[in-house]
């Protein structure tokens, strides 16, 4: 990797990381809506499936304290943010993460809290309007 590679990566992920909004500014932001209610909040209900939106998420997770999710939205072009709504938490948006610059690679990994067997949804706004990915949890410890 030459130097200048290296420094684009480390801005990238510095300017990711100045876009996770802290969960109260979420809650702000959302309120107690419902994780479908949020998602027509955020997408103003136009939203489609995309396979280039990549959620990981594990099959089982023993610590619902701790569940890793990664958010791979790589392959799209534009993303200005990203979102994760946990449907089965109190406050389902559990994360946003807003990008400056439509260079760097969207992506972002990170633990969330889950009490229960979940399906979790990733929402990707794009310069083309909104992605969406699913995928689901089994929680055998609640987390929240």
């Known amino acids: 990797m030459n ?13 990711a990381l100045s876009g996770i909004l802290s969960l109260s500014a979420i ?12 998602i027509s909040k955020i997408t103003g209900g136009k939203h489609t499936a995309s396979a280039d939106l990549k ?4 099959k089982l997770a023993e610590n619902g304290s701790q569940v890793p999710v990664t958010v791979d939205a790589t392959a ?4 200005k943010s990203v ?18 610059s439509a260079d760097v690679a969207a992506f972002a990994s990170f633990r969330v809290k889950m009490g229960k067997p979940t399906k979790v949804t990733a929402i990707a706004h794009t310069a083309n309007g909104f992605v969406t990915a ?7 410890k609640g987390g929240c």
């Not at 130097?3 to 300017?15: D, E, N």
């Not at 959620?55 to 594990?58: D, E, F, N, Q």
């Not at 979102?83 to 389902?92: A, M």
């Not at 948006?93 to 400056?100: L, S, T």
């Open 134 to 140: 699913n995928g689901s949890t089994k929680v055998t």
């Open 27 to 38: 809650a702000n932001f959302m309120g107690n809506l419902k994780a479908d209610d949020a």
């Open 3 to 15: 130097r200048r590679a290296a420094i684009k990566m480390l801005m990238g992920g510095a300017v």
């Open 76 to 79: 799209l072009t534009g993303v």
């Open 83 to 100: 979102f994760l709504i946990v449907h089965e938490n109190l406050k389902p948006v559990a994360m946003r993460v807003d990008f400056e």
């Open 55 to 58: 959620l990981k998420t594990p």
